[in-house]
């Protein structure tokens, strides 16, 4: 089963990846990467992988517009072992309400979720 990751040009979305990479070797499986924007490839981080010695693949496009409602989907599809997304660091008030992104895909994913932050 494989690991789903987003691909995010971000601080959070770099760390995931490098996880998912990871993860995905660990465990000897494929890694599906599922775009930030539909329209944007995953080129970069195909590559990445792929240098790391990890199969990857796109996930197929979605009619779902929202970023964590296509993670959560690309999981389902792909009868995946485990979703990694990056989450911000937040002050200690802002830890009291986690993204509504990372709550969604906590709460609606079919497999655990590994949740990873960038370096400090």
């Known amino acids: 089963m494989p690991v789903v990751v987003g691909v995010l040009s971000t601080p959070e979305g ?6 998912a990479v990871a993860e995905a070797a660990r465990r000897a499986t494929a890694l599906v990467l599922v775009p930030g924007r539909v329209d944007e490839p995953a080129d970069e ?6 240098a790391a ?6 996930a197929p496009p979605s009619q ?13 599809r792909s009868g995946a072992d485990v979703v990694v997304i990056g989450l911000r660091r ?9 993204g509504a992104g990372a ?11 590994l949740a990873v932050k960038p370096a400090s």
Do not use: H, N, T
């Not at 010695?53 to 796109?58: H, M, P, S």
């Open 53 to 58: 010695g990890v199969e990857a693949r796109q």
């Open 103 to 113: 709550q969604r895909i906590l709460l609606d994913a079919p497999c655990p979720v």
């Open 14 to 19: 770099a760390r995931a990846l490098d996880a």
């Open 45 to 50: 981080a195909l590559a990445a992988a792929q």
């Open 64 to 76: 779902e517009g929202e970023f964590a409602a296509r993670l959560v989907e690309a999981a389902e």
């Open 90 to 98: 937040r002050s200690p008030v802002g830890k009291l309400i986690l």
